[in-house]
Structure formats: C-alpha cells, structure tokens
C-alpha cells in the first residue's frame, strides 16, 4: 500500500479529519479517516469495587456509564496520561498501574489506539476536572459490575473490554 496523497479536510480542537489517495497493485482509492492522537481507558479497583463515570456522550444522544478514560497530549507517555485522567474524573492516583490490552478502537475510520490499565492502591488526590467535561463518580461493588457485563446493560466499547478483561484475565485466575 502507497500513499500518494494526503490532504487534511478537517482541523479540529479533538481531531483532524483527513483524506488519502492510496495505490496499489496498480489501482488507486480514496480512505477518509480519523486523525486522532490515542487514549488511555482504566479500570480503577479497590479490592471489592470499580469506579465509573457517567457522562453525557452527544453522538450517542445519551449518558453512558463508563471506566475512565482520557486522550493522550502531544508525546505524553499513556502511563502518566493514565495517572492524570484518574485524577482528573475519579479523585484518586494509582499507586500501581498494570497495562491489561493495547487496541484500535475503530480502525476503519480513526487512527485511535487505547491503552488499557487496571488501576490498584488508589490514593485520593484531585486534579481539576476539563471544563467541558461534566462527570459524575460511580463506585460499584464488583459483583453489580459483572452483572452489569452480563446482562448487557453497559454500551461503551472500552468499558466492555476493560471488564471482559478484568473478570477473564484477573478475577478467574484467583488474582483479586
């Protein structure tokens, strides 16, 4: 695959939107996509409960229950960006961080890559929240998250992930 050209159709404070000319084995085509910078979503456990937010998602036309998550700044490290959302929607700082998954979220429109962590040893310590963020903490016993799971009541990809995840890979190997 060659890119021949790339034009930007859209700058935005979020992401860009973009439109390349690709070739290959001869034949060219257009692929319009989403330039966005990646993510971090985390699972923030205190040993009997998970901590959510819910927020109002415009394209969904709804509020969402989901894990905290956040976008990468220019050349941030998604650790510390993992760190600083916690902070910044839930009011706690992860004494220990363990990347779970690395993922595109919709690679057949967006550039976006999440990274996964499960947060542990939460330490209260607020950072102020985005202005145009309106959040409000959930903390839920980690038998109503899986039920929840389960009974197919949570909408939001990442937090699916991060669930399936946690109650796969974490909780049915005996590690909580």
Do not use: W
Not at 76 to 96: H, M, T, V, Y
């Amino acid at each position: 695959m060659k890119t021949i050209k790339s034009e930007l159709l859209y700058k935005g404070k979020i992401f860009n939107l973009l439109k390349d000319t690709l070739e290959h084995h001869g034949r060219s085509f257009i692929r319009e996509y989403i330039f966005y910078p990646g993510a971090v979503t985390i699972l923030p456990f205190d040993g009997s409960h998970i901590y959510f937010v819910e927020q109002y998602r415009h394209p969904a036309r709804k509020t969402l229950l989901e894990l905290p998550a956040g976008k990468l700044e220019k050349e941030e490290d998604p650790e510390e960006c993992a760190k600083r959302e916690l902070q910044e929607e839930i009011g706690f700082f992860p004494e220990k961080l363990t990347l779970l998954a690395r993922f595109y979220t919709a690679p057949g429109y967006s550039t976006e890559y999440m990274y996964l962590y499960l947060a542990e040893k939460l330490t209260k310590s607020k950072l102020p929240e985005d202005k145009d963020e309106f959040l409000q903490v959930v903390k839920l016993p980690v038998e109503e998250a899986y039920n929840m799971l389960k009974n197919g009541s949570l909408e939001d990809a990442k937090t699916i992930i991060g669930l399936f995840h946690f109650f796969t890979f974490r909780v049915h190997n005996g590690h909580t």
